[in-house]
C-alpha cells in the first residue's frame, strides 16, 4: 500500500493568531519609533509599517483568499509534481541522483467561482482514512493535505480494470481515459508517470476491478489520482473526495527555476 505524507504549505505554521500579535508587536513598535526624532528611527517606522502592510496582505488577504504556495514531498505526483529526496528510496525502488521538492502556487479563488473540472490538479484535505501511516506510528489518523489529478467529477461512473489488449487502464463512463505517458519534462502534461501495473495491489478498493464494482460517484463527490499511479495513495484506497474538501487549483512552478511553468 502506497504511503505518503501531506503536501507542505509554505509558512504553514504560522497561524492567524501568531499573525496578528505580530501585527500588533509591529505596530506598537512603530509608534514608540516614529515619536522619535532620530532620522533613523524614522527609517526603521516606515521600514516597519511597510512590512505591516506587506504582512497583512500576505497572510490575512491573499493566503486565506486568493493564492497559498505548498512545496511536493512527495513522488506521487511525478513526474508533473517533483517531490523526492537523493538516493534510493525503497517505496519506489528508484535512486534519484539529486534532491528535488517543487513550490508551486495554488489558486484558490477560482473554485468559489466555479467547479473543479476533469484533469485539474487539486490540493485538498485528504479524510482520516487517507493516513495509511496512523495505526503502523500508533496515533490516530489525521487529516493531512494532499495533492493529485482529478479523474472523475459528480455522477461519473469510474472502473479501473484491464483493456481488451491486457492493460490496466482508467475507465469513465464505459470509455477508457486517455493517458500518454509523460515525456521527460512532462510538458505533455496531464499524463502518466509509466502504465499502471496489471495487479493492483489488493488495498485499492474502490472503482478497482476485479473483484469490486464500478465507483459510482454522487453529488459533491471527486476521484482523484496520482500522475504517478504505481506510487500514489489515492481515491483507489480510501474512496471518495468531498468538495468541499477541496483547497484549489495548482497553477504554477515557481520553484526551483529550472523548473518554473504553467500547470495546464
Known amino acids: 500500500m502506497p504511503q505518503e ?7 504553514a505554521n504560522l497561524s492567524v493568531g501568531h499573525i496578528v500579535l505580530a501585527a500588533l508587536v509591529l505596530t506598537i513598535l ?3 519609533l516614529i515619536s522619535q526624532r532620530i532620522p533613523f528611527a524614522k527609517s526603521v517606522a516606515e521600514l516597519i509599517e511597510s512590512l505591516l502592510v506587506a504582512g497583512v496582505l500576505v497572510f490575512l488577504v491573499i493566503r486565506p483568499f486568493l493564492l497559498q504556495a505548498f ?3 512527495s513522488e506521487s505526483m511525478e513526474p508533473t509534481l517533483m517531490g523526492h529526496k537523493a538516493g534510493y528510496s525503497s517505496a519506489t525502488n528508484e535512486s534519484p541522483p539529486t534532491e528535488i521538492h517543487d513550490k508551486l502556487f495554488v489558486n484558490k479563488l477560482g473554485y468559489h467561482l466555479g467547479e473543479p473540472q476533469r484533469g485539474d490538479i487539486v490540493v485538498f484535505r485528504a479524510p ?3 493516513d495509511m ?3 503502523a506510528e500508533h496515533r490516530p489518523p489525521v487529516e493531512n493535505v494532499l495533492i493529485k489529478r482529478l479523474i472523475g467529477v459528480p455522477n461519473d461512473t469510474i472502473e479501473v480494470k484491464l483493456d481488451d489488449k491486457g492493460v490496466m487502464r482508467v475507465f469513465r463512463n464505459g470509455q477508457a481515459v486517455n493517458e500518454a505517458p509523460c515525456n521527460a519534462s512532462a510538458s505533455n502534461e496531464p499524463c502518466i508517470k509509466e502504465p499502471m501495473d496489471t495487479t493492483q495491489p489488493d488495498a485499492a478498493r474502490f472503482g478497482v476491478r476485479p473483484p469490486f464494482k464500478p465507483l459510482k460517484l454522487g453529488p459533491d463527490e471527486l476521484f482523484v489520482m496520482g500522475d504517478n499511479r504505481n506510487h500514489s495513495n489515492d481515491s483507489r484506497f480510501w474512496g471518495v473526495l468531498k468538495r ?3 483547497i484549489g487549483k495548482a497553477m504554477f512552478i515557481f520553484w526551483p527555476m529550472d523548473r518554473i511553468r504553467i500547470l495546464r
Open 30 to 32: 512603530r509608534f514608540l
Open 71 to 73: 512545496y511536493i514531498p
Open 244 to 246: 468541499d474538501r477541496v
Open 133 to 135: 501511516m496512523a495505526e
Open 5 to 11: 505524507v501531506g503536501a507542505g504549505e509554505i509558512l
Open 128 to 130: 482520516k482514512e487517507a
